[in-house]
């Protein structure tokens, strides 16, 4: 499999939660990352993870880790139509070719009204 | 301080032509990147650079070439674009290993 797994589409409804997954192969990162792009922009770093912490909270962001399973998660309380974007999440993973910060194939979030 | 800038926004190529795109960054970052983003496949890393005069391969370098002459540019060439080419390129950089990467708005390259 891909060495950062992202599902593809998430839909939510204005004023609910989001929660957006990846999972990863093996991971030597420093930190783990969450990036968001929105149409026609380049990506923006939103939020990241310290590998030796389990959660991270940040206004309407929470990050989780598991290290044991290699799972990470975004979670957007009150998701706002301005939330609607491509969602990254990004590590250095030990790959064939080195030690390389590997993104995740994003996930489009839509939310509706 | 305009952060990653990229030049040009957009271009189509024909199939066999050649074209430099350039990244500038005035963050005194050592490290910089180049990556092409694909439907469904995120972003893949091209080339990068860990300083001034310095390159490296990244996961797909074949029909790329880049250079580093200045600390604040990297420059990504098409010798003989083909169409498997079109992408949207990123650049990146960032100040250290495994520190956070800031993004160019990107360029979008089409080969007819």
């Known amino acids: 499999g891909e060495d950062v797994e992202q599902s593809l589409f998430l839909s939510v409804r204005e004023g609910d939660s989001s929660v957006i997954n990846c999972t990863y192969t093996d991971s030597s990162s420093t930190y783990l990352y969450w990036y968001k792009q929105e149409p026609g922009a380049g990506l923006q770093l939103l939020t990241y993870?310290?590998?030796?912490?389990d959660m991270k909270q940040d206004q309407r962001l929470t990050v989780l880790l598991n290290k044991k399973d290699k799972h990470l998660s975004l979670r957007i309380a009150d998701t706002q139509t301005g939330d609607s974007a491509i969602y990254f999440c990004?590590?250095?993973?030990?790959?064939?070719?080195?030690?390389?910060?590997?993104f995740g194939t994003g996930t489009q979030l839509k939310v509706e009204l | 301080n305009a952060g990653v800038t990229q030049t040009p926004k957009f271009r189509v190529l024909k199939t066999g032509q050649s074209m430099t795109l350039l990244c500038a960054q005035d963050m005194n970052h050592e490290y910089m990147y180049w990556y092409r983003q694909d439907p469904g496949m995120g972003l893949r890393l091209i080339h990068y650079?860990?300083?001034?005069?310095?390159?490296a391969k990244g996961e797909v370098p074949d029909g790329y070439n880049v250079s580093r002459l200045k600390k604040q540019n990297f420059l990504l060439g098409l010798e003989s674009a083909a169409p498997s080419q079109t992408s949207v390129y990123f650049c990146?950089?960032?100040?250290?290993?495994?520190?956070?990467?800031?993004f160019g708005p990107g360029t979008r390259l089409t080969v007819t």
């Open positions: 990004a590590g250095y993973i030990l790959t064939g070719g080195g030690n390389k910060l590997t």
């Open positions: 993870i310290f590998s030796n912490m």
């Open positions: 650079s860990v300083g001034e005069g310095t390159t």
């Open positions: 990146a950089s960032s100040y250290s290993y495994q520190g956070e990467q800031y």
